[in-house]
């Protein structure tokens, strides 16, 4: 199964303003795809190169770096472009998910301030997290492509707060484009939908 660049679930004006076009014509056209290129030849080359994407990041994780890097980008990119929608964000989550929050982050306001934190203490490039694990909701962060699915964790809503993702927008200011995604971009949606299947 050879990994495949994903079409933007949107065009390149609608995560205005915030997130712009150049951004999202930067960080999806040039570094996704770079993944998917990159990881396509690392695959065929250690012999996966027809495994899912999932398999890939599993197997590869710990043993072939540069492999891992590129599948567990993909993964994570393939999932943050559905993580977003214009008109996304706020606290009007769907039920089993509002519950779900309640009962396992302390509520909606509790998981904003504790997700943004994660992503604005991740030091250096990484991701911000919301797995679920042995049936429970988690806030995780991890360094670099790392995902929670090599963690024993099914990862439902994530953050990429690599500089590229914000850096035309929002410069230096990595917690003012964390609260812009949480108020303003999350695809509650596909959180769920990935939250149903975990």
């Given at each position: ?75 994570n990119h393939i ?32 998981f904003k301030a ?36 090599v963690h024993g ?46």
């Amino acid at each position: 199964m050879a990994f495949e660049l994903p079409a933007l679930p949107y065009d390149y004006e609608a995560l205005q303003p915030y997130m712009s076009k150049e951004t999202l014509e930067y960080h999806h056209d040039k570094h996704h795809k770079a993944y998917v290129d990159n990881g396509n030849k690392l695959a065929t080359e250690a012999g996966m190169g027809d495994l899912s994407v999932e398999e890939v990041v599993k197997q590869s994780f710990g043993k072939n770096a540069g492999l891992f890097n590129n599948a567990a980008q993909h993964y994570n990119h393939i999932h943050f472009w559905k993580w977003m929608k214009k008109g996304g964000g706020g606290n009007k989550l769907p039920g089993a998910l509002q519950k779900a929050v309640d009962s396992d982050l302390g509520g909606y306001d509790k998981f904003k301030a504790d997700f943004i934190a994660a992503g604005t203490t991740q030091f250096g490039s990484g991701w911000a997290w919301v797995s679920v694990k042995d049936g429970k909701l988690a806030i995780s962060k991890t360094p670099n492509g790392e995902n929670p699915l090599v963690h024993g964790a099914s990862p439902i809503l994530g953050v990429d707060v690599w500089e590229h993702s914000y850096y035309i927008d929002y410069r230096n200011a990595r917690p003012k484009y964390l609260e812009a995604f949480v108020d303003s971009l999350i695809n509650w949606d596909h959180v769920l939908e990935l939250y149903e299947k975990a």
